[in-house]
């Protein structure tokens, strides 16, 4: 089992950047493929960016592809998504993920694939 912490939220203006962590708890962490999805107010959880366990393949939403780029520390037990050039359309509750399987990462895009979730972390972006 596996608890996720995200961090890094906060408000920011139209074009900046931003960068969430996912801390996770034990010692498997390298195990597990890791996610991050997005809700915003009255609509559905969105999938947002998925890399491997290893690092080496990534999956991206359309809507981010160029601006955001997800990455992993497996000595420290991090994920991270860097946001740059944020809309307004980027604000929602940014959500880490982890799940234990064999699936490719650009088959891991729906959110009832992932077993672990994190508590969430606002962004705002203003114009």
């Known amino acids: 089992q596996v608890q996720l912490v995200e961090s890094g939220g906060g408000w920011v203006q139209v074009g900046g950047s931003l960068r969430l962590s996912c801390a996770a708890s034990?010692?498997?962490?390298?195990?597990?493929?890791m996610a991050w999805f997005r809700q915003a107010a009255g609509k559905e959880r969105e999938f947002v960016a998925v890399?491997?366990?290893?690092?080496?393949?990534?999956n991206y939403a359309d809507s981010v592809k160029g601006r955001f780029t997800i990455s992993r520390d497996n000595a420290k037990n991090t994920t991270y998504l860097q946001m740059n050039s944020l809309k307004p359309e980027d604000t929602a509750v940014y959500f880490c993920?982890?799940?234990?399987?064999?699936?490719?990462?650009?088959?891991?895009?729906?959110?009832?694939?992932?077993?672990?979730w994190g508590q969430g972390t606002q962004v705002t972006v203003s114009s």
């Open positions: 034990g010692r498997t962490f390298s195990m597990y493929t």
């Open positions: 993920a982890a799940v234990r399987s064999l699936l490719l990462v650009p088959k891991l895009t729906t959110r009832t694939q992932y077993d672990y």
């Open positions: 890399i491997s366990r290893s690092g080496g393949s990534t």
